[in-house]
T-cell receptor, first 112, second 113 residues
Framework: QQQVKQSPQSLIVQKGGISIINCAYE??????FPWYQQFPGKGPALLIA?????SEKKEGRFTISFNKSAKQFSLHIMDSQPGDSATYFC???????????FGKGTRLSVIA | SAVISQKPSRDICQRGTSLTIQCQVD?????MFWYRQQPGQSLTLIAT?????????ESGFVIDKFPISRPNLTFSTLTVSNMSPEDSSIYLC??????????FGPGTRLTVT
C-alpha cells in the first residue's frame, strides 16, 4: 500500500515558468511533510518542509501548500531555472526521529 | 543540519561476497536510518538503527542479509551479505534530528556482477 502518492512522474517546464508537483497521503498520523531534491549521483537534499499547523510555507522560489482536510500537499517552484532540473521527492513522517515514507518521485526538466 | 559521509562511494562486487558500508555523522544523533534506492526509483527503508539497541528492520529485509551496527552516536555500518545482482542499488544513510529534519548522506552505489 503506497502511503504517499506523488504526481506527475515527469514534468517539463519552460525557463521562468512555475513547476507544480503534488502529493497525497492517507495516514492522518503523519505530521511532517518534507520535500527533497536529488541530482544524479547525489543523495537527496532537504529542500523545504511543512507541519500541518500551517497551510503554506515559502522559502525563496520554493513554496509548499498544505491542505489538511484533503490530505494533500504540493511544491511550487517559481521562476523555474535549468539548474532546478532534478528529481523531487515528497515524503511524510509521524514523529521526530521516525522514518520517512517517500513518494515515487518527479523528474523535472526545465528547458530554456 | 548534519554533515554525513559514506564509505565507499561506489563499489563493484562479485556475487556471493559481502560489502560493509560506513556512515559517519559530524554530530551526535539518536536515530540513523538506512534506505535503498534502486536505479530510477524512490527510497525504501531498510532499517532503523538506534544507538544501544538492535536495529529494527522493515518487512522484506532481514538481519542475516543486512546486518547493522551502531556502536556510538556518530557512526553506523550496513553490511550487504551474500550479494546477488538484485542487490545492485544505491544505499543511503540518513539521520534524524530533534527538530524533525532528516539529512541524507551521498550514498553508496553498489553494482553486483
Amino acid at each position: 500500500q503506497q502511503q504517499v502518492k506523488q504526481s506527475p512522474q515527469s514534468l517539463i517546464v519552460q525557463k521562468g515558468g512555475i513547476s507544480i508537483i503534488n502529493c497525497a497521503y492517507e495516514n492522518t498520523a503523519f505530521d511532517y511533510f518534507p520535500w527533497y531534491q536529488q541530482f544524479p549521483g547525489k543523495g537527496p537534499a532537504l529542500l523545504i518542509a511543512i507541519r500541518p499547523d500551517v497551510s503554506e510555507k515559502k522559502e525563496g522560489r520554493f513554496t509548499i501548500s498544505f491542505n489538511k482536510s484533503a490530505k494533500q500537499f504540493s511544491l511550487h517552484i517559481m521562476d523555474s531555472q535549468p539548474g532546478d532540473s532534478a528529481t523531487y521527492f515528497c515524503a511524510a513522517s509521524m514523529r521526530r526521529n521516525t522514518p520517512l515514507v517517500f513518494g515515487k518521485g518527479t523528474r523535472l526538466s526545465v528547458i530554456a | 543540519s548534519a554533515v554525513i559521509s559514506q564509505k565507499p562511494s561506489r563499489d563493484i562486487c562479485q556475487r556471493g561476497t559481502s560489502l560493509t558500508i560506513q556512515c559517519q555523522v559530524d554530530s551526535q544523533v539518536t536515530m540513523m536510518f538506512w534506505y535503498r534506492q534502486q536505479p530510477g526509483q524512490s527510497l525504501t527503508l531498510i532499517a532503523t538503527a538506534n544507538q544501544g539497541s538492535e536495529a529494527t528492520y522493515e518487512s522484506g529485509f532481514v538481519i542475516d542479509k543486512f546486518p547493522i551496527s551502531r556502536p556510538n552516536l556518530t557512526f553506523s555500518t550496513l553490511t550487504v551479505s551474500n550479494m546477488s545482482p538484485e542487490d545492485s542499488s544505491i544505499y543511503l544513510c540518513s539521520v534524524g534530528t530533534a527538530s524533525y529534519e532528516q539529512y541524507f548522506g551521498p550514498g553508496t552505489r553498489l553494482t553486483v556482477t
